[in-house]
């Protein structure tokens, strides 16, 4: 089945303590997003990435940091700069280009 | 710059109801328009997109929107609501230019479906 995983369904994270959300895809797109989600606010866009090794700061991209080394995976880290880390985590891909995205099923990120 | 605002946060109807959920944007230049819909903590699913093919755009369970140029709307209709539709819907925009790939979404709106 090809689709969009996220890893772990809910993350705890103490003060000062980075975390890191997993994405992976077998959908062979190239491009991956990360969005966080805040009840009443939408998406908002933290990353994204058109192409392996390459990625660019999407609206909210302060106190995160990502990486595309390989096709099918882009972490999202949330650093302890990031003071208000509570939120839903979802990441998308998409072919390139102004395609469809496609989402998983998103990671909870609670503070302890 | 690219948005897309959803009038109304909350829609209220009862099952069997007509369904209509608001939505206008704001581009400079041709966009590519989509309606996704999300059950409780769970991720995003399409219902439907508009591509500039046909202005009328027909998506999964019954939902459809109409692309209309001249009142920059793209609003999501079902003829009758089930209980199943009670879910939080999400309009999108890509319009491309220095945001090709981006969407930017609207602030959703949530659909309680009444018995």
């Known amino acids: 089945d090809g689709g969009i995983t996220q890893s772990p369904k809910y993350l705890f994270r103490k003060e000062g303590q980075n975390v890191t959300l997993s994405c992976e895809q077998n959908?062979?797109?190239?491009?991956m997003y990360w969005y966080r989600q805040d009840p009443g606010q939408g998406l908002r866009l933290i990353y994204y990435?058109?192409?392996?090794?390459?990625?660019q700061k999407g609206d909210i991209a302060e106190g995160y940091s990502v990486s595309r080394e390989k096709k099918e995976s882009f972490p999202l880290t949330v650093t302890s700069a990031q003071k208000n880390p509570t939120a839903f985590y979802l990441c998308?891909?998409?072919?390139?280009?102004?395609?469809?995205?496609?989402f998983g099923p998103g990671t909870r990120l609670l503070v302890l | 710059a690219q948005s897309v605002t959803q009038l109304g946060s909350h829609v209220s109807v009862s099952e069997g109801a007509l369904v209509l959920l608001r939505c206008n944007y704001s581009?400079?230049?041709?966009?590519?328009l989509f309606w996704y819909v999300q059950y409780p903590n769970q991720g995003l699913q399409l219902l439907l997109k508009?591509?500039?093919?046909?202005?009328l755009v027909k998506g999964i369970n019954g939902f459809e929107a109409e692309f209309k140029k001249s009142e920059t709307s793209f609003h999501l209709t079902k003829p009758s609501a089930h209980m199943s539709d009670a879910a939080e819907y999400f309009c999108?925009?890509?319009?491309?230019?220095?945001?090709?790939?981006?969407?930017?979404f609207g602030q959703g709106t949530i659909l309680t479906v009444h018995p």
């Open positions: 508009y591509t500039s093919a046909a202005t």
């Open positions: 990435s058109q192409i392996v090794n390459d990625f």
């Open positions: 999108a925009i890509n319009a491309g230019g220095t945001s090709y790939g981006k969407l930017t």
């Open positions: 998308a891909s998409s072919e390139r280009g102004p395609a469809t995205q496609y």
């Open positions: 959908l062979n797109h190239d491009a």
């Open positions: 581009s400079s230049v041709p966009p590519y």
